[in-house]
C-alpha cells in the first residue's frame, strides 16, 4: 500500500501587534526586575539589627509587665488582708454584722491555711510549672489571688478558708515563677545583644558569667518596682478605713509596755478599734475597685508578658518524666551553694514576718496608734523600693556585698530594738520609729534582691531554674511556718504558775484555760458564752487562795471577787446594750 505523504503543519497566520498591546505586555518585565532583583537601598545588616533591637524591646516589656503584675496582685492581696483583719478586729463590728458566725476562728483557720499550706509547695511546684509554664503559671496564681477577693463579698467559713489555703497553694509558685521569669528574660537580653556570636547561632550554652550584669538589673528593676506594692497596699486604709479608726488614746488605753518590754504583739491593745462602723455599701465599692485591679493583674500577666522559653525549649522541658520532676528539687539540695545558702533564706522569711508584724505593731501600734499604721508600712514599702538600687552595685563589686551591707545594716538595727522599750501613746516617738523602719528596709531590700541576684548567678547555666527558686521560697515559707507554729503553741499555753508561789497577784488575774486569750479581771471586752468558765476558775482560785491564807482572807477574797463579777456582769449588759443600739442604728441607716 502507498505510505501517507508526510505530515506538515500549516503555518499560523502571524498578525500584526498594534502598538498599545505591544506596551501593555512588556512592561511590567522591568518592574518585576526590579523588584526581584537586588536592592541598592536595602541594608541586611540594618534590618538584623532593627529586628534583634525589637526583640530587646520586647523584653525589657515583660520584665516590666512581670514586675507591674506582681506589684498590683501583691498590692491587692495585703491591702484587703489588712483592711479585714483590723474591722474582724473590732468587737462591736462582729457582734453587729455577723452576731454568732465566729469571725476570730475564721481569721486564724485563713492565717492557717496561708502559712501551713506552703510547707508542702517542695512537692507540687515543679509538676505545675512542667504542667503549665512559666508564663501560665504566673498567670493561674494571680487568679487564685483574685478569687480571694471575691470571697469577701459573702464572708463565710466555707469562702474564707478555702481561699486562703488556695493563696497559700499559690504563694511558692508565684515566687518560683517570678524568680525564674526575670532570670530567664535576662538570659534572652544577652542573646539578642549578643545576636552575632557563634554560639548564640547554634544555640549552646551561654558562656560562665556572660549575662551576670543583666541579671543584676533586672532583678533589681523588679523589686524596685514590686516593693512599691507595700505602698500601694496602704491605700485602702488610708482613703477608706482611717475615718473610722479611733485615736490612740482609745486604742491603746490598757497597753503598759512596747517594743523590748513587751511580750506578744500588742498586751492590753482595746478590743474596739473603730469610733463607728462603715456601711455594708461602702465595703463592697472598696472590694469592687480591688477586684478590678486583680483582673488587671491577670490581664496584664496575659497579655503583656510574653513567652519565657522558645517553643522547641518548651517541648524539651517538658519531655523531662514524673519521676524526675520530683527528684530534682532533692538532687540541687546536694549542691553544696544551695546548701549554704539555706540560712539566708530562713532568715528572709524571719524577716519578712518580723517587718509586718513585729517592727510595726510591737513598736510601730502600740507607740503612736493604730492610725498611723500605714505611713509606717509606706515607709517601709518606699525604703525597700528605693534602696534596692543600691544592688546595682554589684556591677562593679563583688556579690556577696549585697547580703554583706544587710547584715551590717540589720546587725546593729536587732541589737538596739532588744534594748529598746518605747512609750505608749507617745506620738512625738514617731520620726524616730519612721527612721528606724526606713534602715530596717533598707537592709530588707538589699537582703531580699541580692539572694535573688546571686540564685541567678550561680544557676545561670540551669535550664530550670524554678526548681532553685522553689527551694529557696520554700525555706522562707518553713522559717514563716515555724514562728506561726511557736506563737501558737505560747497562745494555747495559758497557765498561771504564780498561783501557789503568790496568790494575791493572782486575785488580779483571771486566766482562760480553755481559750487562746490571756485577759484582765476588768477587761469588758469578755464574751457571754465564757461567763460559766470563768465563774468556775474564779471559784477554783478562791479555793487555793482560802487554803493558802486561811478562812478570812478567803473571806475577804470571795467579796472582792463577788464584787467584780458584778461589775463586769454589769458592763456586760451595758454593751449588749450598745450592741443592740448599733445594730438598729444600722438597719435604720439601711431603710434610709
Not at 506538515?8 to 498599545?20: A, C, Q
Not at 456601711?279 to 503583656?304: D, K, P, T, Y
Not at 520554700?474 to 505560747?490: D, H, K, N, R, S
Not at 458592763?571 to 444600722?586: C, I, N, P, T, V
Request: glycine letters at 8%; one cysteine or more; charged letters at 20%.
Amino acid at each position: 500500500s502507498p505510505s501517507p505523504p508526510p505530515f506538515t503543519p500549516l503555518p499560523s497566520p502571524v498578525l500584526p501587534l498594534s502598538p498599545s498591546l505591544h506596551l501593555s505586555l512588556s512592561s511590567p518585565l522591568p518592574q518585576m526586575e526590579e523588584f526581584l532583583g537586588p536592592q541598592p537601598e536595602y541594608d541586611e545588616e540594618e534590618e538584623e539589627k532593627k529586628y534583634y533591637r525589637r526583640k530587646k524591646l520586647g523584653v525589657v516589656k515583660n520584665v516590666l509587665g512581670a514586675s507591674v503584675g506582681g506589684m498590683i496582685i501583691y498590692s491587692v492581696y495585703m491591702g484587703l488582708l489588712q483592711m479585714q483583719l483590723i474591722l474582724h478586729y473590732d468587737e462591736t463590728y462582729r457582734e453587729v454584722k455577723y452576731g454568732n458566725l465566729g469571725l476570730e476562728d475564721i481569721d486564724k483557720k485563713m492565717l492557717m491555711g496561708i502559712n501551713v499550706t506552703p510547707i508542702i509547695a517542695l512537692l507540687y511546684t515543679p509538676i505545675l510549672i512542667r504542667f503549665l509554664g512559666t508564663k501560665w503559671m504566673m498567670f493561674l496564681a494571680s487568679g487564685i489571688y483574685a478569687l480571694f477577693v471575691s470571697t469577701n463579698y459573702w464572708e463565710r467559713y466555707y469562702t474564707l478558708v478555702p481561699s486562703a489555703v488556695a493563696i497559700g497553694a499559690a504563694i511558692v509558685p508565684l515566687w518560683a515563677s517570678l524568680g525564674n521569669y526575670i532570670t530567664r528574660m535576662a538570659q534572652q537580653y544577652y542573646e539578642y545583644v549578643n545576636y552575632k556570636d557563634d554560639h548564640v547561632q547554634e544555640q549552646k550554652k551561654l558562656p560562665k558569667g556572660a549575662c551576670h550584669r543583666y541579671v543584676i538589673v533586672f532583678q533589681s528593676v523588679f523589686f524596685i518596682i514590686f516593693h512599691l506594692s507595700l505602698v500601694f497596699a496602704e491605700f485602702p486604709q488610708r482613703i477608706f478605713l482611717h475615718q473610722y479608726l479611733s485615736d490612740y488614746n482609745h486604742t491603746l488605753y490598757n497597753v503598759k509596755h512596747c517594743g523590748a518590754e513587751g511580750s506578744g504583739m500588742i498586751e492590753g491593745f482595746n478590743r474596739t478599734v473603730l469610733k463607728r462602723l462603715p456601711r455594708s455599701l461602702a465595703l463592697i465599692q472598696v472590694e469592687s475597685v480591688l477586684m478590678g485591679a486583680a483582673f488587671l493583674s491577670m490581664i496584664i500577666f496575659l497579655a503583656v508578658c510574653g513567652a519565657a522559653y522558645r517553643p522547641t525549649e518548651e517541648i524539651d522541658l517538658r519531655s523531662i518524666g514524673w519521676g524526675n520532676i520530683f527528684q530534682l528539687p532533692f538532687k540541687h539540695l546536694r549542691d553544696y551553694r544551695l546548701r549554704l545558702l539555706i540560712p539566708f533564706f530562713i532568715y528572709s522569711g524571719l524577716d519578712t514576718l518580723f517587718s509586718v508584724t513585729g517592727l510595726t505593731l510591737s513598736y510601730g501600734v502600740c507607740t503612736v496608734g493604730l492610725e498611723w499604721l500605714y505611713l509606717l508600712v509606706m515607709v517601709y514599702g518606699l525604703s525597700c523600693s528605693l534602696f534596692s538600687c543600691l544592688s546595682l552595685s554589684l556591677l562593679r563589686l563583688p556579690r556577696y556585698v549585697s547580703l554583706l551591707g544587710g547584715a551590717v545594716i540589720h546587725g546593729p538595727l536587732l541589737v538596739f530594738l532588744l534594748f529598746w522599750s518605747p512609750a505608749p501613746r507617745s506620738p512625738d516617738q514617731l520620726p524616730y520609729l519612721l527612721v528606724v523602719i526606713a534602715l530596717w528596709g533598707m537592709g530588707s531590700a538589699l537582703n531580699k534582691t541580692g539572694l535573688s541576684i546571686l540564685l541567678g548567678m550561680l544557676y545561670e547555666d540551669k535550664e530550670r531554674l524554678d526548681f532553685v527558686y522553689t527551694i529557696y521560697h520554700w525555706w522562707q515559707a518553713i522559717a514563716i511556718f515555724i514562728v506561726y507554729l511557736w506563737t501558737g503553741l505560747i497562745m494555747r499555753v495559758c497557765v498561771c504558775p504564780c498561783v501557789r508561789v503568790c496568790p494575791r497577784v493572782c486575785t488580779h488575774v483571771r486566766v482562760c484555760v480553755k481559750g487562746y486569750r490571756y485577759l484582765e479581771e476588768e477587761n469588758s471586752d469578755e464574751s457571754n458564752s465564757e461567763e460559766s468558765d470563768e465563774d468556775e476558775d474564779e471559784e477554783q482560785q478562791e479555793e487555793v487562795i482560802r487554803e493558802d491564807f486561811g478562812g478570812d482572807a478567803g473571806s475577804q477574797g470571795s467579796d472582792s471577787t463577788r464584787e467584780r463579777r458584778g461589775g463586769a456582769r454589769g458592763q456586760r449588759r451595758r454593751r449588749d446594750d450598745d450592741y443592740e443600739q448599733a445594730g438598729e442604728r444600722e438597719e435604720r441607716e439601711k431603710e434610709g
